[in-house]
Nanobody, 123 residues
Framework: VQLQASGGGLVQAGGSLRLSCVAS????????MGWFRQAPEKEREFVAG????????GYSDPVKGRFTISRDNAKNAVYLQMDNLKPEDTAIYYC?????????????????WGQGTLVTVSS
């Protein structure tokens, strides 16, 4: 599975962005998907996850209530709607796919990774 993330950019605090991630193959429909982020000099961290059918979602505490993950299996795509952005959300955001099908939080569960898209939030 190849993953292509897009939608990053520069936004002011309080603004919104929508990230997209498109997968290259139909097997996407069986994959759990996740969004992770990595800020400069920090480890990669879980942001949000969604199960293969969208029935289960999970969020990290810093983004809960502000970010929404969704997927469209007909388009082989997963999205991350980010609202009320804060400067501390600045990072490279990565989408990832796991073959277990769940909304896992552990990076080691994910087998396929996209190239990342940069989100910069100015104060």
């Amino acid at each position: 599975v190849q993953l292509q993330a897009s939608g990053g950019g520069l936004v002011q605090a309080g603004g919104s962005l929508r990230l997209s991630c498109v997968a290259s193959r139909r097997m996407f429909n069986n994959n759990g998907m996740g969004w992770f982020r990595q800020a400069p000099e920090k480890e990669r961290e879980f942001v949000a996850g969604i199960s293969w059918n969208g029935g289960i979602t999970g969020y990290s505490d810093p983004v809960k209530g502000r970010f929404t993950i969704s997927r469209d299996n007909a388009k082989n795509a997963v999205y991350l709607q980010m609202d009320n952005l804060k400067p501390e959300d600045t990072a490279i955001y990565y989408c990832a796919a796991n073959i277990r099908g769940g909304a896992a939080r552990d990076t080691s569960t994910y087998k396929y990774w996209g190239q990342g898209t940069l989100v910069t939030v100015s104060s």
